[in-house]
C-alpha cells in the first residue's frame, strides 16, 4: 500500500532519485565494508538511477531524475512523490490525497492519464478529490463520505457530478446557479 498526501514530504535539497528511494537506497560492497561490515557499504548509484526512472516510467511523464527538488516546478514535486510509491516493490493499493490540487490543468491531465495507466498494471487506486469532473473522467467507482460514513458507492457511470454534490452535502445543491456565480 502506498499514500501520497497532500502536502509534500520531499527533502528539498536531494534529487527526485535520492527523494523517490530515500530509505531503500541499493547498496553495494566496498573494499572497506568487506572488512569492516555491511554498514559501511556504499549507495549503489547507478542502480538508483535505473529504480527511479522505471517509477517515473510508470507514470508515464517526463521527470528528470537528477533534478533537485527545489529546483523543481511544483507538478514535478508531485510526481516525485507518487514515484516514490510506485518504485515499492509489489505495491497493489495507491492513495492519493487531492493529488491534482497543485498542478496545472496540462499536469493534472498527465495525471489521470497515468493513474488509467496504473490501473490496467493491476495497481488499484483511491482517489481522493473535490474536484468531480475528474472522478467521472477517471474512476471506476465513486464512494462519497460523509462525517465519517459511507452515503453513497456507486459505479460511475450510472452518476452525475449533480448527484455527488447532493450525496456530498445531504442536500440538493443548484449547481448552475453556483456555476454562474463563479
Known amino acids: 500500500i502506498g499514500m501520497v498526501h497532500q502536502e509534500f514530504s520531499l527533502i528539498p535539497g536531494f534529487t527526485a532519485t535520492e527523494n523517490i528511494l530515500l530509505n531503500r537506497e541499493p547498496t553495494k560492497k566496498s573494499v572497506i565494508s568487506e572488512v569492516f561490515g555491511e554498514r559501511l557499504n556504499t549507495l549503489d548509484r547507478k542502480k538508483m538511477v535505473a529504480d527511479a526512472e522505471k517509477a517515473i516510467d510508470i507514470m508515464g511523464v ?5 533534478m533537485v527538488i527545489n529546483s523543481m516546478p511544483v507538478g514535478h514535486k508531485q510526481f516525485t512523490e507518487i514515484a516514490r510509491e510506485l518504485s515499492k516493490e509489489n505495491l497493489k493499493l495507491l492513495i492519493l490525497d487531492e493529488p491534482t490540487a497543485v498542478l496545472t490543468e496540462k499536469e493534472a491531465a498527465a495525471l489521470l492519464d497515468s493513474l488509467r495507466g496504473m490501473a490496467a498494471k493491476g495497481i488499484a487506486v483511491i482517489f481522493i478529490t473535490h474536484t ?4 467521472l473522467s ?3 467507482t465513486v464512494v462519497v463520505m460523509r462525517d465519517g460514513y459511507v452515503v453513497k458507492d456507486i459505479p460511475t457511470k450510472e452518476t452525475t457530478v449533480e448527484e455527488i454534490t447532493k450525496w456530498m452535502v445531504g442536500r440538493n445543491v443548484d449547481v448552475s446557479a453556483r456555476s454562474t456565480a463563479a
Do not use: P, R
Not at 517526463?62 to 537528477?66: A, E, L, V
Not at 468531480?132 to 472522478?135: F, G, Y
Open 62 to 66: 517526463d521527470i528528470d531524475s537528477d
Open 138 to 140: 477517471v474512476c471506476d
Open 132 to 135: 468531480l469532473q475528474e472522478i
